[in-house]
T-cell receptor, first 113, second 111 residues
Framework: DAGVIQSPRHEVTEMGQEVTLRCKPI?????LFWYRQTMMRGLELLIY????????DSGMPEDRFSAKMPNASFSTLKIQPSEPRDSAVYFC???????????FGQGTRLTVV | GENVEQHPSTLSVQEGDSAVIKCTYS??????FPWYKQELGKRPQLIID?????GEKKDQRIAVTLNKTAKHFSLHITETQPEDSAVYFC??????????FGTGTRLQVFP
């Protein structure tokens, strides 16, 4: 397995534009997490899914953020409209579930100018 | 809500010395406690984990301890080496798989 795959690796966009981040979890994993990493706040959990169902989205900062998992092999995190304070590294992670190791993707570095 | 506090935020040690990072969690239902290491520009990777029915676990130079009563857990690295320099994150997971991370500790090991 290639591991958790995220795209794009880097994204630079202008304020007000829509941004879509993509994630392909490891096959067979039941849990999928989206995290945002900044120097000030470390790794913040935005939302997580179990068997494609959103379980807890209390970490999603605002209505500008939304996430979907239409099937077991794909998830998206969308920001619309984007703002400069959204600049961060966004990680997707997946795990088999049952409190086991979460494997991280390589992250998407988002810069909003 | 669930919260994980981590201390210190930075730690500098001499090569060969020990390093200790401490975390506390707020939700007593937490039952799984992994530790991740993140090197500069890379993804976090698991280095060791411990479950709530275990008080201590060791893997070569690293060990973790868990005090469920106090809701504390710690990472101990002995005989530190320059390649141990990285950011270390503790985390706590609820039975629902909700995985919350601490804010990280930047460890620097000087030769």
């Amino acid at each position: 397995d290639a591991g958790v795959i995220q795209s794009p690796r880097h994204e630079v966009t202008e304020m007000g534009q829509e941004v879509t981040l993509r994630c392909k979890p490891i096959s067979g994993h039941n849990s999928l997490f989206w995290y945002r990493q900044t120097m000030m706040r470390g790794l913040e959990l935005l939302i997580y899914f179990n068997n494609n169902v959103p379980i807890d989205d209390s970490g999603m900062p605002e209505d500008r953020f939304s996430a979907k998992m239409p099937n077991a092999s794909f998830s998206t995190l969308k920001i619309q409209p984007s703002e400069p304070r959204d600049s961060a590294v966004y990680f997707c992670a997946s795990s088999p579930g049952g409190n086991t190791e979460a494997f991280f993707g390589q992250g998407t570095r988002l810069t909003v100018v | 809500g669930e919260n994980v506090e981590q201390h210190p935020s930075t730690l500098s040690v001499q090569e060969g010395d020990s390093a200790v990072i401490k975390c506390t969690y707020s939700d007593s239902a937490s039952n799984y406690f992994p530790w991740y290491k993140q090197e500069l520009g890379k993804r976090p990777q698991l280095i060791i984990d411990i479950r709530s029915n275990v008080g201590e676990k060791k893997d070569q130079r690293i060990a973790v301890t868990l005090n469920k009563t106090a809701k504390h857990f710690s990472l101990h690295i002995t005989e530190t080496q320059p390649e141990d320099s990285a950011v270390y994150f503790c985390a706590a997971s609820l039975p629902t798989d909700k995985l919350i991370f601490g804010t990280g500790t930047r460890l620097q090991v000087f030769p």
